[in-house]
């Protein structure tokens, strides 16, 4: 992908895990905000990019690809800008975007929580751009905290506040999303 006409530039993986770190060294909690800010005022830029992407490769826009190719092209886009291989599937009353390898990601430099703030804020308005409405995303499983994959989980902002909040009261992930699912919430 030529970075320039697309308004991207390439990073180093190791550049984005040194400036979580020195953001969380010297803003504490705030870091996660930052980040999470940062990467949705990317997240145009990222959009627009995976349109030209498309229309390269005779796809057509991105309301234009079915949704049973979705997945596959996304995957192939985010791993061609070298973020790492997605696999796009509903759980629950949410949809999960995994990764066993997300550049941001780095189980190197170990962190006690889920850490990939910069990606959650991307996708945010990267699917959310897709759904033509707002999409909140919550990481629930980090390579950097000792998981196998990353897991990012997207939804409507009450749905995922839902699963926050169920979370917070004792319930995992996996069961607040299939709560959800029986409630009849929409992703």
């Known amino acids: 992908?030529?970075?320039?006409?697309?308004?991207?530039?390439?990073?180093?993986?190791?550049?984005l895990v040194a400036l979580r770190s020195a953001l969380f060294?010297?803003?504490?909690?705030?870091?996660?905000?930052?980040?999470?800010?940062?990467?949705?005022?990317?997240?145009?830029?990222?959009?627009?990019?995976f349109g030209r992407w498309l229309a390269a490769r005779g796809e057509g826009t991105p309301a234009d690809v079915p949704s049973d190719r979705f997945a596959s092209l996304a995957t192939a886009f985010f791993r061609e800008c070298g973020w790492g291989s997605l696999a796009l599937a509903p759980i629950g009353?949410?949809?999960?975007?995994?990764s066993p390898d997300w550049s941001?990601?780095?189980?190197?430099?170990p962190l006690d929580f889920p850490g990939c703030y910069y990606t959650a804020g991307v996708f945010a308005h990267f699917f959310g751009e897709l759904a033509a409405e707002p999409v909140a995303v919550m990481e629930v499983e980090c390579r950097s905290a000792g998981a196998e994959q990353c897991r990012f989980l997207l939804g409507t902002p009450e749905a995922l506040q839902t699963v926050y909040d169920?979370?917070?009261?004792?319930?995992?992930?996996?069961?607040?999303?299939?709560?959800?699912?029986?409630?009849?919430?929409?992703?």
């Open 93 to 98: 009353g949410v949809a999960a975007a995994d």
């Open 166 to 187: 169920q979370m917070g009261a004792g319930m995992s992930y996996v069961e607040a999303a299939a709560t959800l699912a029986a409630g009849g919430a929409l992703t």
């Open 25 to 49: 060294r010297d803003c504490g909690s705030g870091a996660a905000a930052l980040l999470q800010e940062a990467g949705y005022a990317g997240g145009p830029a990222v959009y627009a990019a």
């Open 1 to 15: 992908m030529d970075l320039t006409p697309n308004r991207l530039l390439a990073l180093s993986q190791e550049s």
């Open 104 to 109: 941001e990601s780095d189980p190197s430099q």
